[in-house]
């Protein structure tokens, strides 16, 4: 079946083929077999940019501390319009509380791609846009990446005054796309059990999560091959992520298998997924879906 001549194929602009051959390049080429990361090396591939408080594009962005020991930090991307004028001051806006994606072991707020998706998010749908830096395996390994999220939140929930004027916490979203997905995922999860005093998340948007599990589902084996995402790619990224001696079966990966969360007693947020025909791990998504 890998090597059938009649497997789909995404079509990509020959720039976007380019860019993924180097990403996947260069990410691979800085795991080392030692199980650790070349940071150095892969911090001449992350660019970046620095948070900017002149408005660029009707967005502006400051960076807030929340655990400086953990590194824990977010990038606060506010509209212009939110603090404009005596009208707009009293629209209220929602606020999104995003991961980004990685594997949990690349990429941060400041990382261009995910800079350029929470400033579009900003700018599109008028909203306050939180994007959290989380601690990375595989130096951390999890629970660390939860923790970190939720520390976030309850660091909102008492210190709403970081927030512009007119952001409406009662109007909370928690998103995030592949490993950040699955953070948000969880995050929903343990604010459901921990509650929350002054936040209200009342949605969850999870771009093509990065979930899991043992067994080799037949989109894994289908799609192997697909840029991005390889089965040797994401065991790697599980085996870096998971305590050691787990296996995918563990919850943090497998959130339908026999080790999940029980959803059904938590008062879980409505939830928007994502699911690419073309991901690997497509099958692991619709299995949230019930």
């Given at each position: 079946?890998?090597?059938?001549?009649?497997?789909?194929?995404?079509?990509?602009?020959?720039?976007?083929?380019?860019?993924?051959?180097f990403l996947t390049t260069f990410s691979d080429a800085t795991r080392r077999p030692n199980g650790t990361v070349n940071r150095r090396?892969?911090?001449?591939?992350?660019?970046?940019?620095?948070?900017?408080?002149?408005?660029?594009?009707?967005?502006?962005?400051?960076?807030?501390?929340?655990?400086a020991e953990h590194n824990v930090w977010f990038r606060l991307f506010t509209p212009t319009e939110a603090t404009a004028g005596d009208?707009?001051?009293?629209?209220?806006?929602?606020?999104?509380?995003?991961?980004?994606?990685?594997?949990?072991?690349?990429?941060?707020?400041?990382?261009?791609?995910?800079?350029?998706?929470?400033?579009?998010?900003?700018?599109?749908?008028?909203?306050?846009?939180?994007?959290?830096?989380?601690?990375?395996?595989?130096?951390?390994?999890?629970?660390?990446?939860?923790?970190?999220?939720?520390?976030?939140?309850?660091?909102?929930?008492?210190?709403?005054?970081?927030?512009?004027?007119?952001?409406?916490?009662?109007?909370?979203?928690?998103?995030?796309?592949?490993?950040?997905?699955?953070?948000?995922?969880?995050?929903?999860?343990?604010?459901?059990?921990?509650?929350?005093?002054?936040?209200?998340?009342?949605?969850l948007v999870s771009i093509q999560p990065f979930f899991g599990g043992e067994e080799r589902t037949e989109a894994e084996i289908f799609?192997?091959?697909?840029?991005?995402?390889?089965?040797?790619?994401?065991?790697?990224?599980?085996?870096?992520?998971?305590?050691?001696?787990?296996?995918?079966?563990?919850?943090?990966?497998?959130?339908?298998?026999?080790?999940?969360?029980?959803?059904?007693?938590?008062?879980?947020?409505?939830?928007?997924?994502?699911?690419?025909?073309?991901?690997?791990?497509?099958?692991?998504?619709?299995?949230?879906?019930?």
């Open positions: 079946m890998l090597s059938s001549p009649n497997k789909p194929k995404p079509f990509l602009p020959l720039i976007n083929r380019i860019a993924i051959y090396f892969l911090g001449l591939l992350d660019r970046s940019y620095s948070p900017n408080d002149t408005p660029i594009n009707g967005v502006f962005t400051k960076d807030v501390t929340v655990n009208e707009t001051k009293t629209a209220s806006l929602p606020v999104i509380i995003f991961f980004h994606g990685g594997g949990f072991s690349y990429l941060s707020p400041a990382s261009i791609p995910y800079e350029a998706v929470c400033r579009r998010f900003c700018r599109k749908i008028n909203a306050v846009v939180v994007s959290v830096n989380y601690r990375l395996t595989p130096e951390n390994r999890y629970p660390s990446q939860y923790k970190d999220g939720e520390s976030v939140l309850k660091f909102l929930d008492e210190n709403k005054y970081i927030l512009p004027e007119n952001a409406d916490i009662s109007k909370c979203f928690i998103a995030g796309d592949s490993a950040g997905a699955n953070i948000a995922h969880h995050i929903a999860v343990r604010v459901c059990k921990a509650g929350l005093r002054n936040i209200k998340v009342i949605g799609l192997e091959g697909s840029p991005l995402v390889s089965m040797a790619r994401t065991d790697w990224l599980w085996k870096v992520f998971l305590p050691k001696g787990s296996n995918r079966d563990h919850g943090a990966a497998n959130v339908s298998g026999p080790n999940a969360e029980d959803l059904s007693g938590l008062d879980y947020p409505d939830t928007l997924v994502f699911v690419s025909g073309f991901d690997p791990l497509n099958d692991w998504q619709k299995r949230l879906l019930g």
